[in-house]
């Protein structure tokens, strides 16, 4: 048994087919207010049932021959056993994507688009970033022979930007913030006609991101009591739910886990709107590039599943942050970027709300070798150089 896929309005309910030029509801979208949330999100449905366990490429909008061959998604669930044990928790663990070909959890969603590109014959694929978006469609462009254009904020740290050019892409750098990059980034996609894949814009983004939640799910072998995840624009949010949903929906799961979105407090939009009921523009700052987000493009849906699912939301000072990025590097040999070790700053502020015997799962989303300049403010290098053992004291 397969299923039949199509779009649908998170919104207004309308229904579409997936083409390539249908990003947003063409309804919902007419009411877009310049500085909010996108209007009009689409979510791809699942239409149909299964007999038997599915596998992961049996629940994507395309089929598996169009996928690159490269390896994204996967990525190891591993129990930290030391730090574990130091914080008291015995269910404790990490979904490490930094694994992933370009050391995020963004490949999952251009690995997605790519494999749709290749399907409808697409060739080209333009987006905005705030780094990792941009380098992961830059490198799985690169092994899918695709031509990409990124769109970057000049303050993109330099790793991302390196690592962007090293895969041979067209960088083009946004003298604003990533917000500004965005506008620059879809008016170029409509002036060229290019498939876009700014993320929670192109439904697909969202669809991608689904797979860590199938896998979490199937490595498990049951539903975890929570997920901490990164949030800045809430598209990682969206495809985590979504992932969990497509399972409920089909009958192999009876739950949702307890989503925790976890924000800094200097971009905090979502969390913000968590409480008041509205979002408003705000100027984000932090240490944490990759979840510095003014607008959180995917706002509405993130904010109507965490009602819905009875999420939360949980904010992190970015001392917190670079502590609980230095906890996990020393603690579990994990080096994440702040975004990433941002999930466990979330975790160190909640735990004491929670179970010793819970099962919870820090989403860990990028590489830390991406940023260095954030770590390198919070370590000491050796003070002096030596030719001799004696100069040791
Ligand atoms: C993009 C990103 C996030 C946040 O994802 P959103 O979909 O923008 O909420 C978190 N961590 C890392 C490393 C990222 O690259």
């Not at 500004?180 to 498939?195: C, Q, T, V, W």
């Not at 991101?209 to 949010?237: A, R």
């Not at 706002?299 to 990025?325: F, H, M, N, P, R």
Request: hydrophobic share 40%; with cysteine.
């Amino acid at each position: 048994m397969s299923l039949t896929f199509y779009y649908q309005c998170s919104e207004c309910g309308k229904e579409y087919d997936i083409t390539h030029d249908m990003m947003l509801c063409p309804e919902c979208s007419q009411f877009q207010k310049p500085d909010e949330p996108l209007r009009g999100i689409l979510e791809v449905i699942l239409d149909g049932h299964f007999h038997h366990q599915p596998k992961i490429s049996d629940l994507l909008p395309v089929e598996a021959e169009y996928f690159p061959q490269i390896p994204v998604g996967n990525t190891p669930l591993w129990k930290p056993a030391n730090l574990g044990r130091d914080l008291g928790f015995s269910n404790f663990y990490i979904k490490d994507d930094t694994h992933n070909l370009t050391g995020s959890l963004k490949d999952r969603a251009s690995y997605l688009v790519a494999a749709f590109a290749n399907r409808e014959n697409i060739r080209e694929i333009v987006l905005a970033s705030t780094g990792n978006a941009g380098s992961s469609m830059a490198g799985v462009g690169a092994a899918a022979g695709l031509d990409i254009i990124i769109f970057l904020p000049e303050t993109a740290p330099k790793a991302k930007m390196v690592q962007s050019i090293q895969y041979g892409v067209k960088v083009i750098t946004v003298a604003g913030s990533y917000d500004d990059a965005f506008d620059l980034s879809l008016e170029y996609s409509r002036k060229h006609n290019i498939l876009s894949r700014n993320t929670a814009y192109n439904p697909l983004t969202i669809e991608g991101k689904k797979t860590v939640s199938l896998e979490i799910y199937h490595q498990l072998e049951k539903v975890p009591d929570y997920v901490f995840v990164p949030t800045g624009d809430g598209v990682i949010l969206g495809g985590v739910y979504k992932g969990f949903r497509d399972l409920m929906q089909l009958g192999i799961i009876d739950r949702i886990p307890t989503i925790i979105a976890v924000q800094a407090e200097g971009s905090d939009a979502i969390a913000s709107a968590f409480e008041s009921g509205n979002f408003s523009p705000i100027d984000a700052h932090t240490v944490a590039d990759s979840i510095s987000v003014g607008i959180p493009r995917n706002g509405y849906y993130a904010l109507k599943q965490l009602k819905q699912y009875k999420g939360k939301c949980v904010t992190v000072s970015d001392d917190a942050i670079l502590a609980a990025q230095k906890e996990l590097s020393s603690k579990a040999g994990l080096f994440a970027e702040p975004a990433a070790a941002a999930s466990h700053a979330g975790f160190l502020k909640m735990k004491d709300e929670i179970d010793k015997y819970a099962t919870v799962v820090l989403l860990v989303t990028g590489n830390g070798l991406k940023d260095i300049d954030s770590a390198m403010t919070k370590i000491d290098f050796p003070l002096k150089s030596i030719t001799s053992l004696e100069e040791l004291g």
